[in-house]
């Protein structure tokens, strides 16, 4: 079924909520690898992000207006789970709706995308070169960027193509919320706010993800001390259809505990 509401959900399954919430240029159907496997503990929540499949825009883009966006098709209290820029979206929504939001489950995100001489991260260039070719070619910049996420694991091609099956025939994003949405990633910093968050927290980073370096882990860890960390040492950027079957093992574990 869906829910009929400014932002597209579809809610698949049976037990406690859990809301997936999809990374930038994409939509929700990049779960659907997971999806069999994981609604059979869980009620899905799989909510297309503003200006993204079949969502509506918004007039204006920000975490907390996004945020707002969500909880209008989603129950309370959740666990969150999030990947790229659905898990600063998921981490903003767990700090500052912490009754709404029960668990926290980050996916290949990070607090701060952007390198600064305190943390590490990608250079500001790449959301520049990105923000750049939507300008003048959005739909290679796209291809270019799902390539991004795939690049570095042994499964890079495979995944890659995954991906791109998986959005065939499904809504383009709009072109405003691409653009607002790197200028999120490369904005946001969640560092402080991050340390106040008193949900467990679980974090699941690929090994040779290109868009969230090692060393971010350390340094989210020691923000937030009680936060769990999983490491998949066959993944880049998409965990979640590298290897699948861990993925959702350790999400269920994590939500049942």
């Given at each position: ?43 899905l ?5 503003p ?16 945020c ?43 607090v ?34 799902i ?10 091609r ?38 106040t968050?008193?949900q ?28 769990e ?29």
């Amino acid at each position: 079924m869906s829910i009929e509401q400014a932002l597209h959900c579809d809610v698949i399954g049976e037990g406690p909520a859990l809301v997936l919430l999809h990374g930038w240029g994409v939509n929700s159907a990049i779960w659907q690898t997971i999806v069999a496997p994981l609604s059979e503990h869980f009620t899905l929540y799989l909510v297309d992000l503003p200006g993204f499949g079949n969502s509506d825009p918004l007039e204006t883009y920000s975490l907390q207006s996004i945020c707002a966006a969500i909880l209008k098709v989603v129950p309370e209290p959740a666990v969150w789970c999030g990947w790229s820029l659905g898990g600063v979206i998921a981490t903003y929504g767990a700090i500052n709706y912490p009754q709404q939001v029960s668990k926290l489950i980050q996916v290949s995100s990070s607090v701060k995308f952007v390198a600064d001489e305190q943390w590490i991260g990608v250079d500001a260039s790449v959301f520049n070169n990105f923000l750049q070719g939507l300008e003048t070619n959005p739909q290679k910049t796209l291809t270019r960027f799902i390539a991004l996420q795939a690049m570095g694991c042994d499964s890079a091609r495979q995944d890659s193509n995954t991906l791109k099956k998986l959005l065939t025939g499904t809504a383009p994003a709009q072109q405003e919320a691409l653009i607002a949405g790197l200028k999120l990633l490369a904005e946001s910093d969640l560092r402080t706010s991050f340390s106040t968050i008193r949900q467990p927290c679980l974090s699941l980073f690929g090994q040779f993800d290109s868009l969230v370096p090692l060393q971010a882990l350390q340094d989210m860890k020691a923000l937030l001390p009680h936060m769990e960390l999983q490491l998949f040492e066959k993944s880049s950027h998409a965990p979640f259809v590298s290897e699948s079957e861990l993925f959702c093992k350790q999400v269920i574990n994590f939500i049942v505990d």
